[in-house]
């Protein structure tokens, strides 16, 4: 069965600390990895995407990490902004197909 | 965010209404999404449209009725809906999977509903 797990649920940070969230899945066959950002009562809003044979990805503060052997991604944020408070949503996707797998995110929180 | 629009933003409804939420792409994309977003769950793909043709239609009840007139256009058509389908409707659009595009998806900023 196709799934995407993200943990922690949610977590909370001090402003300017780091911080690393993890997305663990089993689709097949695998396409591409996202990850979204989505504040809330928005649309998710794209940080990354991975193909099979990327490692590493960064976008600004953020940096994702694929392990297609594992099946495991990380996404992390590097000197917290109280902006970054939002869902952080891990996307996985089916080559060839429209199948969309969505985690049910991590919850960050980021205090002042 | 601005690539694809929804309204309305927020809709109030009772049970015996018909409404219809509208979704529009400005990205020249040629697959459109619709998704149902309720609390503490993931993301659930409801329908997708590629070069205006459904091609996946996930289980979802009759009381939600799709069209897609182009490949800019979108609606969900809801009637006689129930309390539980109060949600956050979410419509995106990418490049169709066979065409060789990114596959990226672009959300649109969704709309709450409320049934009452």
């Known amino acids: 069965k196709n799934q995407v797990e993200q943990s922690p649920q949610s977590l909370i940070i001090l402003e300017g600390k780091n911080c690393t969230l993890q997305c663990n899945y089993t689709v097949s066959p695998f396409s591409n990895l996202r990850w979204y950002k989505q504040d809330t009562g928005r649309g998710p809003v794209s940080l990354t995407i991975?193909?099979?044979?990327?490692n590493t990805k960064s976008n600004g503060r953020y940096t994702a990490t694929l392990d297609a052997d594992t099946k495991q991604s990380s996404l992390h944020i590097t000197a917290s902004q109280l902006s970054d408070s939002a869902s952080y949503i891990c996307v996985v996707s089916a080559r060839g197909t429209y199948k969309y797998i969505f985690g049910t995110g991590t919850r960050l929180k980021v205090l002042a | 965010e601005t690539g694809v629009t929804q309204t309305p933003r927020h809709l109030v409804m009772g049970m015996t209404n018909k409404k219809s939420l509208k979704c529009e792409q400005h990205?020249?994309?040629?697959?459109m999404y619709w998704y149902k977003q309720s609390a503490k769950k993931p993301l659930e793909l409801m329908f997708v449209?590629?070069?205006?043709?459904?091609?996946e239609n996930n289980s979802v009840p009759s009381r939600f009725s799709p069209e897609c007139p182009n490949s800019s256009h979108l609606f969900l058509h809801l009637h006689t809906l129930q309390p539980e389908d109060s949600a956050l409707y979410l419509c995106?659009?990418?490049?169709?999977?066979?065409?060789?595009?990114?596959?990226?998806?672009?959300f649109g900023p969704g709309t709450r509903l409320t049934v009452t």
């Open positions: 990205l020249g994309h040629n697959a």
């Open positions: 991975m193909t099979f044979s990327e």
């Open positions: 449209y590629s070069l205006e043709e459904r091609v």
């Open positions: 995106a659009s990418s490049q169709e999977p066979g065409t060789g595009g990114s596959y990226e998806q672009y």
